[in-house]
């Protein structure tokens, strides 16, 4: 069936390193995958996009790497600061009639001062 | 712009009562999604909008319904409210087919 996991659930950084999330996903015919990040007690808001004839996009600080041939998706923070540390959701679509996106289950960030 | 505007933002509940969520957009998006995320989970599709007057149900539309009279609302009501149904739920919108959801702050509901 259609999934998009994480392969780790948690990831804990020094503030100042750069991050890496990763994301695996099962549907080739995805088109368009994204990255949102959700703070505690918030919605989740849109970090950077790709589409499926790309394999990097780079926005400020961040970096989206997609690999088809293996069906990886990860997101790169660099330099990272505290004020990233959230629940970060990779996710793939759009699917079927409804147009929707699937989204994987979250890493949460914590970025150590 | 507000973006899409959820209320209330909390909600305490008793068995058996019933609710409205309200969903509000000002960006002329066709496409409304509501989600439910419970604890340690993904986002699960409720129900979703193709355009103003059409509905449909999405993974977990038991217990819920909604309407979508206008372009810009999005109400997703609780009849006979569950513990089962405690959560916080997210409305979506986008505007087309393709492109990312651009999310409400969401309503933490508590059902006891």
């Known amino acids: 069936g259609e999934s998009v996991g994480l392969h780790l659930p948690t990831l804990s950084v020094q503030e100042g390193d750069n991050s890496i999330i990763n994301c695996a996903y099962s549907?080739?015919?995805?088109?368009?995958f994204i990255w949102y990040k959700q703070e505690s007690g918030k919605g989740p808001q849109f970090i950077i996009d790709?589409?499926?004839?790309?394999d990097k996009r780079q926005g400020q600080r961040v970096t989206v790497l997609l690999n088809k041939t293996v069906k990886h998706l990860s997101l790169q923070i660099a330099a990272t600061q505290p004020g990233d540390s959230a629940v970060y959701f990779c996710a793939e679509g759009p699917v079927g009639a409804t147009n929707k996106l699937i989204f994987g289950t979250g890493t949460l960030l914590a970025v150590q001062p | 712009n507000a973006g899409v505007t959820q209320t209330p933002k909390f909600r305490i509940l008793k068995i058996g009562q019933s609710m409205t969520l309200q969903c509000a957009q000002d960006?002329?998006?066709?496409?409304m999604y509501w989600y439910r995320q419970d604890p340690g989970m993904g986002l699960k599709l409720i129900y979703y909008?193709?355009?103003?007057?059409?509905?449909d149900k999405g993974e977990v539309p038991n217990g819920y319904n909604v309407s979508r009279s206008t372009t810009e609302d999005f109400p997703l009501r609780l009849e006979l409210a569950a513990p089962s149904q405690t959560s916080v739920y997210f409305c979506?919108?986008?505007?087309?087919?393709?492109?990312?959801?651009?999310f409400g702050s969401g309503t933490r509901l508590t059902v006891v």
């Open positions: 909008s193709v355009g103003a007057g059409i509905t």
């Open positions: 979506a919108s986008k505007r087309d087919i393709s492109g990312g959801y651009t």
């Open positions: 790709i589409r499926s004839n790309m």
């Open positions: 960006m002329n998006h066709n496409y």
């Open positions: 549907n080739s015919a995805s088109d368009y």
